[in-house]
């Protein structure tokens, strides 16, 4: 089934080429002239969409260091940190949105942002963007769900350790609060995430189940799993994007580079274009003429008239001019109804 929509114009669905976001998060690393360098390098390597999020740390949580506000998982990438710390140095500025939309717009690419509270959807509706996204974390925040929808604006779903019922759930008020455009992503929340987790074929069971379009938040590393994603029916892939790992940042460890971005653009839509459906026998002009090459019976010896075809004067060879080779047992111990010279291709009107 397929459930096409479009952002900003932009089709998005199983016929189209795969939709690719690029999420700058906090790669801009506090620098609005490093954050338009992505936008402009995003934008070379051809993604279609520009992400940010919209928060300040106190929109996200509290200025303490108690431990259920510090990260102690020592397998994180943000060991020790606080909460609060951590946002603060994640975020994007408010002021600084309005120029990344602009030169991101100016570039063809669609801007838009993760809002986190209502003062991020007041504030992205003053700047018009073409559609939401809800993060993994907040998919279960119903009343923030519910002020995204009542935009009336696409809206994407990250459904990261969401369950079935949870989804299900959000799905329900998005569509209850006027939301019509829902594109859910199956998503990892581990950063980096192991593809191993990835558990891609869930994502056909997305859009049966919910009747939606579906796509890859992907927080692995490169983009192997992103590009075999295409092949389960993600038609929106989302990637977060650096100019250089080796730069530092919150999320530069599992981020790509503008290289790999590139790669992915590419790979994703070869991975689309061959879909194609199924398909027996010549399925192009290009590949019909190489019929030719197939091989067929041919003379490769001089052959007098009233001769006998054996094995020494008829060959199954290329190129596929003569009679399928098949036909070889019917032609050996037949006589030549003429002369043959070597290099004919065996017709029925060479046998006697």
Avoid at 74 to 84: A, D, E, K, Q
Avoid at 93 to 116: K, V
Wanted: proline share 5%; with cysteine.
């Amino acid at each position: 089934m397929k459930h096409r929509i479009a952002i900003a114009g932009r089709p998005i669905g199983l016929d189209s080429p795969p939709f690719i976001i690029a999420e700058m998060s906090g790669n801009h690393n506090h620098s609005l002239d490093r954050a338009l360098a992505l936008v402009d390098a995003a934008a070379d390597a051809g993604a279609h969409a520009l992400k940010l999020q919209t928060y300040t740390a106190d929109t996200m949580t509290l200025p303490i260091r108690t431990s259920a506000f510090v990260i102690d998982d020592p397998n994180s990438l943000w060991h020790g940190r606080s909460l609060h710390d951590l946002y603060e140095e994640a975020h994007t500025p408010w002021d600084w949105h309005g120029p990344i939309f602009e030169r991101a717009r100016s570039l063809g690419m669609i801007p838009f942002s993760t809002p986190f509270d209502d003062t991020a959807v007041d504030f992205l509706e003053s700047l018009d963007v073409a559609c939401y996204k809800i993060a993994s974390f907040e998919m279960t925040d119903i009343h923030l769900v519910r002020r995204v929808a009542r935009t009336g604006k696409p809206m994407i779903i990250s459904t990261g350790m969401g369950t079935v019922a949870e989804i299900a759930e959000t799905v329900a008020v998005a569509r209850d609060a006027g939301a019509t455009d829902l594109i859910l992503l199956k998503c990892t929340s581990a950063y980096p995430s192991m593809p191993e987790d990835a558990n891609i074929l869930t994502i056909p069971n997305l859009r049966e189940t919910f009747q939606c379009e579906a796509g890859l938040s992907d927080h692995t590393m490169g983009v192997g799993v992103s590009v075999a994603s295409v092949a389960h029916g993600a038609t929106v892939i989302e990637k977060h994007f650096t100019l250089r790992r080796a730069d530092g940042g919150v999320d530069s460890a599992f981020s790509l580079e503008p290289e790999e971005m590139r790669a992915l653009v590419v790979e994703t839509q070869r991975a689309w274009a061959s879909l194609g459906g199924v398909s027996y026998g010549a399925s192009s002009a290009q590949e019909t003429k190489s019929l030719a090459f197939r091989r067929s019976l041919y003379v490769s010896e001089d052959m007098a008239a009233g001769e006998i075809f054996t094995a020494a004067n008829v060959r199954a060879i290329r190129p596929g001019y003569g009679l399928p080779t098949k036909y070889l047992d019917t032609v050996l111990g037949r006589k030549a109804a003429r002369a043959i010279k070597r290099g004919e291709p065996v017709g029925w009107d060479m046998l006697g």
